[in-house]
């Protein structure tokens, strides 16, 4: 594989309006509430539960210290179709402040978003923040997506995109081979869907329609060699008897073959191995090459009695040949849905992190010497929800970020209240 030019889509992706949280972190007695099980430091000028109901978070390096940044979004409590976002600089020390109102004199409000993406739309070599448009679900209404230019100064300009939108399935990457960042957006809620070519400096081309492809939940994009593209396509129906599919485009942002993924029972119309893709991502581990491609993170469909599947799949380049190299164990109490999820770099590993609620947020590395996908500091967020527990209202929801050093941190939503912690 080349090198990526996606963004640090850290997902990225709320797939779920509500997350379903398990039994994952444990209760523990009234002697233990004032016990945390590890130091938590609040996240400085953050107001009570700041973005709203449902989040989404991603990490990066916004203000080019080589300490990544925090951006969450959501929608704001019993206001349908009103949403806000907030950026969390990382301080010297590892902690997180809130510094929305300096960072965007124009305001952090927005239509919502079940994504923001994090990378250098605007080609100056400075990461911007782009939320494609998504309304809550409790008023559906198509809404602009919003692009956040980074300035170079610690601000952000707001620029809206022209067409209103409902993308339940969004995901930003080089379609056409110009070493730009473009936007692939799903139709939904009666908007339509299809590409946003980047034309440079923060300016994209009008939506453009892809013959054949409408509405999907979930896609990822990676270079394919040959000036192409490589594209995984959740629940996008593209390749008939198939839910899913990974597509190539040309060098013009054009279709040229499809392949299916997850075949359809034709007499009930649903995948036959019984899951639902909700989410896909680039993932590769340097010199690994059977590590290459993409993870597909499945949940159960309606009915079926077993634990959400994440399969890590390759992709043979060029031939669109699919192959399970392995599957990443289930975690007992992980909720049925996953809200997002991310990849980060843990003590020089690449390492997945599903977010979810209620404890039930998880991390996988790829081990080179096993070809296997292992759990990586299991009960980390479930010893930081074990705290939540004791609070009225606790809704924990955990993610990651990384410093200049490498050193990684949690950071999670405790009871209306953002804290960071270390992982150690």
Not at 222 to 247: H, M, N, R, T, W
Not at 253 to 269: H, K, L
Not at 291 to 313: C, H, I, Q, R, S
Request: glycine share 16%; hydrophobic share 40%; charged share 10%.
């Amino acid at each position: 594989m080349k090198a990526r030019l996606l963004p640090l889509v850290l997902s990225l992706a709320t797939v779920s309006l509500a997350a379903c949280g398990g039994g994952g972190g444990g209760g523990s007695s009234p002697t233990a509430q004032a016990q945390q099980p590890s130091p938590l430091v609040a996240v400085a000028g953050a107001a009570a539960d700041p973005a709203g109901e449902v989040h989404t978070l991603a990490a990066g390096d916004l203000f080019a210290t080589g300490n990544q940044a925090v951006v969450v979004g959501g929608w704001v409590p019993d206001q349908p179709g009103a949403a806000a976002f907030h950026i969390f600089e990382q301080q010297a020390d590892g902690s997180l402040r809130d510094v929305t109102a300096q960072a965007v004199p124009g305001g952090n409000s927005y239509g919502g978003s079940q994504h923001v993406l994090i990378g250098d739309f605007a080609g100056n070599g400075r990461e911007d923040i782009l939320f494609p448009g998504y309304d809550s679900g409790t008023a559906l209404h198509p809404v602009q997506s919003l692009l956040l230019v980074n300035q170079g100064d610690g601000t952000f300009t707001r620029q809206l995109l022209p067409e209103a939108i409902d993308a339940a399935g969004a995901c930003a990457g080089d379609l056409n081979n110009d070493g730009r960042l473009d936007l692939l957006v799903s139709a939904g809620g009666g908007a339509p869907g299809g590409m946003y070519l980047n034309q440079g400096g923060g300016a994209f081309a009008p939506l453009a329609a892809i013959p054949g492809l409408s509405a999907f939940d979930s896609c990822a994009i990676e270079p394919a060699g040959l000036g192409q593209s490589e594209v995984v396509l959740g629940d996008s129906k593209l390749v008939p008897g198939y839910e899913s599919s990974i597509s190539v485009f040309s060098a013009s942002a054009v279709i040229t073959s499809s392949a299916g993924i997850d075949t359809i029972d034709q007499t009930n119309g649903q995948p036959t191995n019984g899951l639902a893709m909700i989410d896909t991502v680039p993932f590769a581990v340097p010199g690994v090459a059977s590590a290459e491609g993409f993870v597909n993170v499945y949940n159960p469909l309606p009915g079926k009695n077993f634990m959400p599947t994440k399969a890590v799949f390759q992709d043979t380049l060029g031939t669109l040949g699919w192959q399970y190299t392995s599957y990443l164990p289930g975690v007992q109490g992980l909720g049925a849905n996953l809200p997002y999820w991310q990849t980060f770099q843990a003590g020089g590993v690449p390492t997945l992190l599903f977010g979810g609620s209620d404890g039930s947020t998880s991390m996988y590395q790829y081990s080179a010497a096993t070809g296997q996908a292992t759990e990586y500091l299991p009960g980390f967020f479930q010893q930081m929800a074990s705290y939540a527990k004791q609070l009225p209202g606790a809704e924990e929801l955990g993610g990651a970020y990384t410093s200049a050093a490498g050193q990684a941190y949690g950071v999670a939503l405790i009871a209306g209240t953002w804290y960071t912690q270390p992982m150690q």
